[in-house]
Nanobody, 125 residues
């Protein structure tokens, strides 16, 4: 599976952005897709995951109520709608796919074998 992320940018605190992740290749094999982020000097962390088949989703506590993960299986596209952005949301955001099992639903980085190139999100306070 090949992934291409886009949609990042710069926004003021309280603003909104929508991220996109286009999947290609063996998309029929995907169990779970997710969004992760990595701030400078920090490890990559889970943001949200979604079951590709039934749309069940899971979120990092600090983004609940502000971020929404969704997917369009007809377009093989993953989305992350981000509202009420905070300075601490600043990071490079990566989309990822778990094509081996549903383990990725719980947001462990090591469960995801396919990664997009990352898109920068900068929130100014």
């Amino acid at each position: 599976v090949q992934l291409q992320a886009s949609g990042g940018g710069s926004v003021q605190a309280g603003g909104s952005l929508r991220l996109f992740c286009a999947a290609s290749g063996r998309t029929f094999s995907m169990y779970v897709m997710g969004w992760f982020r990595q701030a400078p000097g920090k490890e990559r962390e889970f943001v949200a995951t979604i079951s590709w088949s039934n749309g069940l989703s899971r979120y990092k506590d600090s983004v609940k109520g502000r971020f929404t993960i969704s997917r369009d299986t007809t377009k093989n596209t993953l989305y992350l709608e981000m509202n009420s952005l905070k300075h601490e949301d600043t990071a490079v955001y990566y989309c990822a796919a778990d094509s081996s099992s549903y383990s990725g639903y719980y947001g462990r980085v090591q469960d995801f074998a396919s990664w997009g190139q990352g898109t920068q999100v900068t929130v100014s306070s």
